[in-house]
């Protein structure tokens, strides 16, 4: 099974204007959506059009959590969550006119107790199951929990996947993270100089590699992907021709496609082939990827 974790999901509540945004005045909406997410529930979204079942885990609070816990549910998700007790599930404002303005909200805190019920759900997981951590960590928590989760499955058969930045990522490349996937300019600040081509982000690559990571994919926007396999292959691919819409929620549709390839196909190259078209689609889309739109890109790669 797929076990996703997303510390603090969102309802966003995007709306759209005709007309720039004028600060200090009334502006009214053209037309308005309530999206549900956070990347891990994002890749569980991509991963249930793929047909692959996972468990989206995670924490909720209030009347807001009660909402996207049920919205999830209506559209197929299974999900764990931990129902905090005070506090609400953060709204994350969007406000779409010509340039776009966010204003995201904090979440709820996450006490030491709660923390101890996600340790008690993942301490259930079993050998070859897959766990999905991404995202950056709310302020409530160490700084360290990616590390103390990875150090409580090390040695289990969890095969873990982190899409995250910093110190963040450095700090779990020593428990063999079975994927990690860095942006380029995310691998870039951690070597610690600008990386100029393939063969300069293949090296980068492999430095995180050797420093325990099996596999490393560095997505790079509109220049594709780049992924470097735990037999030492470099693998290239471009992306298919398209017009990006919103480019929220590529990364995580990305690593959904590739987590899906690996396990339907035990092939990196049909891995990272899928994580692209994924990515892709929801890049041109308004929304997460469809399946109609993944098979379509797929068959362009």
């Known amino acids: 099974m797929i076990y996703t974790?997303?510390?603090n999901p969102a309802i966003d509540y995007v709306v759209r204007l005709d007309a720039p945004l004028q600060a200090g005045a009334v502006n009214r909406a053209a037309g308005e959506d309530c999206v549900l997410g956070g990347k891990g529930i994002?890749?569980?979204?991509?991963?249930?059009?793929?047909?692959?079942?996972?468990?989206a885990l995670g924490f909720v609070a209030g009347e807001t959590g009660a909402w996207l816990e049920r919205g999830l549910a209506a559209q197929g998700l299974q999900t764990d969550f931990i129902h905090l007790?005070?506090?609400?599930?953060?709204?994350?404002?969007?406000?779409?006119?010509?340039?776009?303005?966010?204003?995201?909200?904090?979440?709820?805190?996450i006490p030491p107790e709660a923390m101890e019920q996600l340790a008690q759900k993942l301490d259930a997981l079993q050998p070859d199951d897959?766990?999905?951590?991404?995202?950056?960590?709310?302020a409530s928590l160490p700084a360290?929990?990616?590390?103390?989760?990875?150090?409580?499955l090390q040695g289990r058969g969890v095969r873990t996947v982190v899409d995250a930045s910093g110190q963040l990522l450095i700090k779990v490349l020593p428990y063999g993270p079975f994927l990690i996937k860095p942006n380029h300019h995310?691998?870039?600040?951690?070597?610690?100089?600008?990386l100029h081509g393939d063969a300069e982000i293949a090296q980068a690559a492999l430095a995180l590699q050797r420093q325990g990571a099996r596999n490393v994919l560095v997505s790079m926007a509109g220049d594709?992907?780049?992924?470097?396999?735990?037999t030492g292959a470099v693998h290239r691919i471009g992306t298919?021709?398209?017009?990006?819409?919103?480019?929220?929620g590529a990364g995580d549709s990305m690593l959904a496609g590739f987590v899906a390839g690996y396990l339907q196909s035990s092939s990196y190259e049909t891995a990272l082939r899928l994580g692209t078209a994924c990515g892709s689609a929801t890049a041109f889309s308004l929304g997460l990827a469809t399946r109609h739109d993944i098979d379509r890109l797929l068959a362009e790669l």
């Open 5 to 7: 974790v997303t510390f």
């Open 42 to 55: 994002n890749v569980s979204g991509v991963l249930a059009q793929l047909g692959c079942p996972s468990v």
């Open 85 to 109: 007790p005070s506090g609400m599930t953060r709204i994350n404002v969007k406000i779409k006119a010509g340039r776009e303005t966010e204003l995201n909200g904090a979440g709820p805190a």
């Open 130 to 138: 897959i766990l999905v951590l991404a995202g950056s960590i709310p």
């Open 144 to 152: 360290d929990t990616y590390e103390k989760i990875l150090a409580r």
């Open 186 to 194: 995310e691998l870039a600040e951690i070597a610690g100089r600008a």
């Open 224 to 230: 594709g992907a780049l992924l470097l396999d735990e």
């Open 240 to 248: 298919p021709k398209g017009t990006v819409i919103n480019s929220v």
